[in-house]
Structure formats: C-alpha cells, structure tokens
C-alpha cells in the first residue's frame, strides 16, 4: 500500500523556514512541514526563573499550544478548560529539553529566552516542526543580541537540532508522518538530533503490537537522513 | 501634534482580509488592521449549548485569545497560568454579542458556530479587528453550509458588521487607534455597527479626564465613516 | 404599553444612601435603588499592588459579588465553583475605571482603598447602584482619612461620580431599568458621569435589533437628567 | 478579670431575628448575635444532587461565606482566590449537619433546601449564629411550601436547632463569645442542640493548653442554658 | 447485637507502630489500628511560613491523603480532581492543632516541621490512627534533632497525644470504631487527649438522633481509657 | 570510576514482589528496586470512559503519585498545589500505554481497569518499577475475575510487560540507574519491553552531551537482558 501522501518512504514533506514574521519577537520563523504549519517566537527576558538566581547562568524554556481549530475537529481551548493537558506538557518540556541540548547556559549568561510554538494548523508532526522551527527563532534571537553585542552568538549555541517523526506505516518504515499516516501507523518514534549527528531524544512507542530491534533500527536510518535534510534546509534559510 | 503613524484623523490602516486560510475550518479569515493580525475561524458544530437543547434555535459563539508574543513585552499564556483574564473574557463576550447581532438563530436552527480570534500580531484594536475579520469567517462558513444545502445563508445572515476604535488623541478626535495611539489616548471609544448603520454596541471609556458630549459625537461621526469603509472591504473581499 | 413599574419614562426609582452600616470598614453604604440592595464598603491598606510601588501613587480598585439567593433563582457561588465568571469581572473592572475617574492618586499617596460592592438584592441596575453607592463609601473612607490627618480629602476627590442604566422598553428610551424591564428590553446602555456632567463611560448593547443614533441619543438625555439628580441625592447624603 | 463586653458568664448577647428581608428566597432571616449579623436564605429546587436521584428522599445543605470586609482587616474574597478555604468548607459541612438533624429527608420528597449563610458582619460567632438564624430561614421556607400544600411543615421539620459558643476565658467559662473573648479564650468550644435539647454537634478545642473533664462540662451547663433561651427566641420570632 | 469486630466494647483494636519505615523523612511511623494503616512521616524545613517570619517561634503542621484505593471503592485523587476536599482540609487541621498543643513552638526555634499522614489501607479511624502514629514520627524527628545538638526534645515535646474514635453502635457505647461499625453508629466521636488526660479536641456528631449528655459521657469514658492505652504503647514503642 | 551503589553495569538492584498487599484491591503489589517502593493497585469498576461506551471494549488507565516525603526533600503535594505536574502526566500516560500493550481490550469487555502507582520511597527509577509491579497487580486482578468466572484471564493479558531505566554513567552503560547514579548520568533512557522481547517504549534523553547510535545501542543491550530477569522473577512471584 503506498503512503496517503504518495511519498517515497524516505520522502520528506516540502519543508519551509519563514524568518522574521514576528514585529515584535526577537527571533520568529513561521515553519511549515507540508500542511503543518507552526509559529515560534523568541522571546528575550533579563530575568531567570528563581531557582536559577545568582547562578551566572542562563535558561531556555518553551511553551508549546494548538489554536482551537487547527485541527479536524474543533478542540477546546486550554486557556478556557483551565490547564494545559498531559499532552501539551510532555511536548513543550521535549521542546525545551531538545534547544538547550545546544545552548551553552553559562555562556548565555542569567537571561532566559522562551520559544513559543504555537501550532496554526495541524497535520502530524507538530512538534517535531516545533522543534525545527524553533531552532530558527532561537538562532535569530542569538543573532539579535550578537549585532547589539550583548552575547556571542557562536559562543552560546552549539549546532543545529532538528526532529522529525518517523512510523511504520502498512508494515514499511516511512519518514515524516502525516496525520493521516500517523493515526494508522502500528508504530510511531520521534527523532531529535544536532547538526553533528548526536542524539538528543529518542521516543518510540507501540501504537498496536510491539515493534522489533529491526524496525526501530530501520526507522533510525530514516530519521538520520531526514534530519541531515532539515539541517541543510535551517542552514539555507539563516543563510549561513 | 500629528498622529504618530502620520495618518490623517479620519484615515484608517491598510486593512486587508485573507480568506480561507485554514485547511480545517468551514470558514476562516485573516484580517489585518495595519500591524494587527488576527486569524478568525469560524467552526460549525450540530450541537447546542445544554441549556439551547430542543429550543429548534441555534448559538454563535466567540473566543479571544493572544499569541504571548503577539505583543511588545511577552505576556504569560493564559493556558498556563490556569484561567482568562477579565479582559480576554470581556472582548469574547463583545465578539459573540456581535455576531447574533445580525444572525437569525431560528433559521440557523439547532447548531453553533465558533468564532475564534487569535491575535497573532497586535498593534492596538484587536477587537476591533477581530469583530470585521470575524464576520468574514463567519459569512464564509455560512457559505459553507449553504453549498451543501444545509441552510441558506441569506436567511441566516442579515447584515453586515464590523467595528472600530476612535479616540481623542492630543485633542483631536482620529479614527482606528494603534498601539501607540491608543496608549497616549485621553478617551477610547468602540463601535459595532451594521451595514444598514445600526448600532450594536458602544464602549466609551475616559482613559483620564472626563469627555465630553461634542468630544463623543465626534468620534461616533469617525466611527459611522470608517465602518462604512470596513462594510465596503467586507463586500470586495466577499465577491459580494 | 406602560412600564412594569408604573414609572413615567424619566422617573427612576426611590434611591437611599444608609451611610456607616459597617462596624469595620472606614467607609461604608447600603444603597438602595428601588429592590436593588447593594452593600458598599471602601477597605483602606498601606499598600499598593507591586507594580505600583515606590511610584509615589495610590490606587483605587473594586470587587463586585452576588449573594447566591440575591436574585430570582439561587446563582451557584463563585467561590463554590472556583472562579469569577466573566460578568464579574466586567462590572468590577467598570467600578474601579468609574472611581479612578474622581481619584488624584499621587494626592492619594501609596496607598489602596477597595471598594468592595455585594448585591444583597438584585432587581436590575446593580452596577449601576454599586457604582453611585460606592462614591459614597469612598467619600466617608477619604473623609475618615481627612478626620485623621492623613490625607486631605478635597485634594484627592475631584468629583461626584452616579451611574444610571437606560434601555429602549416598547420601543421608548426609559430610565433605571428595574429586572422586569431591562429583560425586556431592547436595548439597554449604562452611563457614568461625573457630577460636572463629564462622561466617564459609556456602555450601549443592542439585545435585540441594532438601535439608531436617535435612540441612543434619548437614552443620554435620560441619563444626563437621571444623574444629575442621583448626585444630588449623594450630596444630600453625605450632608455636603 | 471581667469580660471585655461587661456580661455576665452566663449572659448572651442580644439576639435577634428579622424574618422575611429577601424578596426572592422562600424562606429569608437576619439573625444578630450583638455585632455579629448573618443573612441566612433557604432556597427551594425541584431537584436533589446526582447520587440521591430516584431515592425518594430529599437533601437540605448549606453554604457559609464572608463578605471581604465582614471582618476587622479586609479578608481576599475566596471567590478571588478561585477556593473556598477549609475553615469555610468545615463551617457549612457542620451548617448542613445541624439542619438534617431536625428535617425528615423522606417526608421532604425528593427535593433540595440550600441554606445560605452569609455573613455581613463579624464579630465572633459566626457559625453558631449561622446555625441558629438558619432554622429560622428553613423553617419559613418549610412554611411557604406548607401554605402552597406542597409539603407538610409539621412532619417534615421535627424540632429547633440552635448553637452557641462557649469559652474560658481568664480561667472562667461564659457563653456566647465575642471576637474579642474569642481571640483571648484557652479553649473554645461550640454546642449544637435541639428544642429538646438533644445533642448534635459538639466541637471543642484547647487554644492553649489541654482542658479538664470539669471545664468541659462547666462549658456544657452554659451552652445547655443559652441553647434553650435561643430556641424560646426561635419561637417568638415565628409567633409559636 | 455484638460488635461486627467480636470485640467487647471497651476493646480496641491491636494497634502496632513500626518506626523508621521512611529512608529518608527525619521521623517516620507506620501506624496500624487492626486493617487501618497509615503512613506518618515528619520532615523538618529550616524556614517557617511567611506570617511567622522574625517572630523567633516555629510551627507544625499536618497534611493528611488517602490512596485511591485505600478504601473499598476506588476514590478519585485529589491531585487529579484538583483540589483537596472539604474532609480532607477538615482533618489535616485537626490533626495540626493536635500536634501543637504537645509542641513549644518557642523552643523550636524557626523552623517548620510537617506531619505527613497518608492513608495505605482504611478501615474507620484514619484520623485518629494518624494523629496517634503522627506524634510518633514528631518524636523521632525532635530525636533526630536532639542527636544533632540542634535542639532539645525535653524542651520541644511537652506531652504525648493520642487519639480515638468511640461510638454508640446498636445502642451501645463502645471504642475505636472500624468501617462496619463507624457506618452503622448512631453517634460518633474524636477525642484527641494528652498523656497527662488533659483534652484537646472532642468532635462529637450525631448521625441519626441527637444524642443525650449520658451518652456523651459513656463514650468520654471509653475514650479516656483507651487513650490511656495508646499512650503506654507509644511509650514502648520509642522504648520510654 | 565504580558505581555508586557498587554494583556491576549489567546488575540490577533486588527486585521484590509483594502481593496482596491491599485489604480492597481486586489486584495489588508492593514492588521494590533496592530502596525504590511503589505500591501497585488494580481498581476493577464496570464502566469505561464516557467516549468508549458502547464500544464492547474496555480500558485500562494508570495514575502515578508521589508521597510528599518519598524523595530526598519534601515535596508539595500535588493535592494541595491544585494540579498534576508535567512530569506526573507523562508518567502515567505511560503505563496506561505500556499495559494496554499486553491487554486485548476487547476480551476485557466494557470494563476499566485502574492502575494506581504510588510511590511510598524513592531512589531513582520510579516509572519502570511502577510499570513492573504494575503489571503483577494487573495480572492479580485478571486473576481476580478470572476465578470469578468474569473474564478470561488467558484471553485478556497477552504477555508480561517490565521496564528498566538505564543510562551512560561515568562514561560508562550501566542498567537500573538509582537516584545518585541518575543525578550523575549524561545520558538516561527508559525502555518498557514485553515477555516476547517487544518494545513497546523507549524514551531516551542526553541529559549533557548528545549520545551516540553506539551508546544507544549498549543500553538496548543492557535493558534487553534486564527486562528478561525482570520477567523471570515477575513469573516467579505469580507462580506461573
């Protein structure tokens, strides 16, 4: 059966990097993984959070939301249902966790900048996008308090992350899941990585039967590749 | 003193609206007053609010939110901090107030529309926007219906609206505030009105000093005018 | 067809200022519009919000309740269910914008004074009420100031402030709206003005069909006579 | 030492009750114990809670709350807070115990009495105040269904209810404390009984240190005499 | 009618403290009251709450849980529903002010030592098994700080407490009431009592008729001797 | 550098099951990994969730808590803070995933089966001791409606389901991390496998320095052969 999409299995959707869409943000790229579509700002504070005061060190945080119908079906509003769900929690803390895996805190200095990933439109791979995406706010933002000489860009951020969400699909590992192959896929593993190769977060989890050594090594492979891909892609876009 | 943006007093933004822009939506718009942006969807759901049920009329209905950054300064994510604010509450009840304003809820019958409005940018009169921008997504999720011959739109839809914020602003009276406008403001004023020119609402508020009945009449005659403009952009931006 | 209450269209109902009905707090009225009963207290604290300290200025905020069984049917308790709703927080944001409106704060000194408004029986018009009762609640808190040599009341209260609801009933503009009528109603506006006759806000709803500029303008006449009668009624009160 | 209030031991404070102050509850009373003044309303609904359905039984409960400047220091009004605290939830579970103490919840039919308590004024004994000014509503309440033949008054409410706080204070017990007693009392301790002068609640704490056998039933003979002068008060103030 | 236990009146159930069950709690106690288990650990915190800061006394406090399926029917979490319930806050006070009354706040110096009382297993009398294996686990932890130097026990910990439950089931007065028998009693009552018989709380409430002074003094009697009994085991416990 | 516990990279702690540890549970399990208890309950109720009824299948759902002084410091408790943290969340979603991968929801029928994980004392590695002792629970509730001639056991539960957390310490893979080698570890990654040797989870973090593939893969290793003897000593404690 071949994908939904009519993808080659280790086909990526069209991907894009749209810098700067933000008046007042820092750094902001809206970022589209084919019909995914995810607006991240950086936002810049000169204040850590309490537990970090006095530590010489900086923090990178992200908050991560889904606007009401950027879905199929309508969902109910966080803000109005009075707290953030499970769901949300889990992907704005992996968000988190993924940007400062490449930011040195210290070099940052005691200064925080929050990535907010505010999902468009949805369809599968929201945060992976957010992650990708985020990336490119974050690196703008450096790049805004390096021209004011407030920070070293190089100094701060260390490589690259990007993500992306890799499944088996009918049997066959394929890359970059889309919502309709993501609800029908038997298995379903979220890579993030440096631009160097390095792992930063592997979750993988059976959506049916458990998966074998085989195919999580098959989705591996997947994954690698496509974020080499997504890495190229951020490098053209920042023009570096 | 001239107004910062240089406009003249009955000069209104650049206002544009791009219809369906969500792939999910029956309706959806996104409307820009200036440097204000804000995505309007409308959401159609066969289902009434409880206390609507077996009433053979329908609901519309409206949420507010703002991106955190949409704004100068980051605001805290009312998803996080657990409740809207008093304010957020306030502009959605104004939205939904306005758009059963010229919807006939027995002819809708017993079904609701969600208006949403995120403000993915904000630069002063979000409200306002969101209310013009709003009645697009809302005319074209009616349009929606209407094709599928679930209702007939001009039944359910009786007129036009669409609103602005005027102010006395160093003295003078000037039409569609903005953000830096709005701040140094001695008086704020809203207005929704329809097609016809009927009122629907009115929020006058003395930011400092009093006002007076003249300084009021003047900013409705600036109101009457520019949300005749609106009325007209509507009718383009619908083919109508 | 005649009103509910027998009123002629500019007659409101009989008003009562019962001054000191608090052993605690330093200002204190039950006011009394017709069966609208709503206990005003002004709270003095030696302290201002944080944003607000080391600003040399004062605030003047409200809280605005119902009793549960203050109307018709019992009202769940908001702080049974956890939170205010919306309604709410409009009306006692609308208070606090009313009484700033007569307040120099930096003649106020960094100090707060809450105006805390509790319907104990509602018959329409309770904001309205809480904002002409509240007036005089913080008078006598100022006053009890003054008596103390804290501060000088005449440098810190600038105006009277009375606040009356108007509404289109059978199609003719009348004045204070009691429950009866204002459910009936097809339009209802507030209006707060200063006893200089100043407006201070301005609130108009179509409920039913859009209303014109004439009919608006009925409705101010109404409530420019209505109030300045309810500010004589608060001289007399406070025996000025 | 004497009592800050000049009573005697024994002596209670000047109670009474003013029936019929709301105009909308079925059943309303004003019931001052000295300074301290509570609003209690029995309000009638044709529904009982979820796991009582179908059980042919009714339900009486109860609701307690302070107004923000009831007391001495302006209290944060817990629907601000978005909870009700714990001494609020202790109050009116004990306000709702005492009232099925003397309801027949069979002869009621499936239907639910909720008795509001709240209060205007504090001045120490609020809770029993509560209790006592609160049978008075239910009873009038009680009254209202009887004369409408909705229920029969007589078998559904089988005695009085009435509570008194006791104390030592400065090494002596006296009945019905203040709030200046109170906050000096060693231990405190509130009564509830019935016309009978069975007993119902009895809630007693050592402030400071532990209290003997004979302070405790020296406590009881002053609660035993108060309680029985409350219920001859009860039953002048519904003409009995 | 026997007690569903087959124990006599005056019995009650074998209790059993097992000490130092927490790795890392500065004192810990599992208490058992036959099928009653709960889990009592007390942590010490160098700091006091905000209100007691500079006053140079400490404070101890109590927070009381139950597992979800401690009891017969699964309960829902507090966590989850968000927020703790009426009895829940009811209990965790009573169990704070009944440490207190054994505690020299002064001689604790400012610092913060909290009881926590988390139910394993329940069958009737949580709240007294926590309070009695509570001062248990405060023991230990004034010992711990003893050890240290930090402070002196002798000085800090002026009396044992001990708690139980007695009722009148089936007519009858008896002690330390299980589920069975806690469900089916008529009556029922905490005394919370000192090693040296000093009171410190009695909650008595009748859940059927009101119950009479001889009654009450019945179960008193149960309670002193059953307290009596408690204490000689806490002694052997921490080997006095 | 040797681990802190002085065990060998391949040696997981002692691992003890204790059954039938709750008086109420229709299935329970202490579950200790050296000083790591969790207390595991089965909840049976013949109900699913709102969104399933009707559907002939069931569910099986888990909850995760933490006793305020299981850890090191005291924790807030989640009750009394009003909300279930982001890292709670995470956790229980995953051992409802993890056990409905060994559950044929369709054979269970329409019933939910609750998982209730509360952690009594913790050392590192709460989520996959849970997970482990959770599956015996299970199984024992399986069991439970197995004698009972509810449900068939054999057809519901498909296979055994264990977890282990292992990590990069000192450079080094080692297995079942405790809390002093977790603090240290640059790299930790849980994996929840099946009997079969299915993989059901993995979730893996660089908690420093991005990972290797080859890092990865020595912890694969290491959790393949841990989760073997953790399902060897999981059949023993069943008796199968």
New interface residues.
Partial sequence: MPRPSGRMPDQMRTVSFDRGV????EG?CLVKFG?THV?C?A?L?ERVPPWMRNSGRGWVTA?Y?M??????D?MR????S?????????I??LIG?SMR?VVDLEALGERQI?I?C?V??A?GGTRTAAITGGWVALHDCLDWMHQRQMASKTRILKDHIAAVSCGIFDGNPVTDLDYAEDSAAETD?NFV??G?G?????????EG?????EQ?DAL?EHARNTIAQLVDLQKQAIGA
């Fill in positions: 933000s008046k007042h943000a902001s019909d607006l700002t936002s504070e908050e939301g606007l009401p119908r950027s879905t199929g309508r509003r966080e803000a109005s009075g707290k953030q769900g499970g769901r949300t929690l889990e704005q803390r966790r895996a929050t907010d505010d468009i439109q369809d593993a990585m440096t160097q390095g792992i930063v977060e592997i979750q993988g989890t059976a039967a458990p998966f074998s050594r999580f591996f």
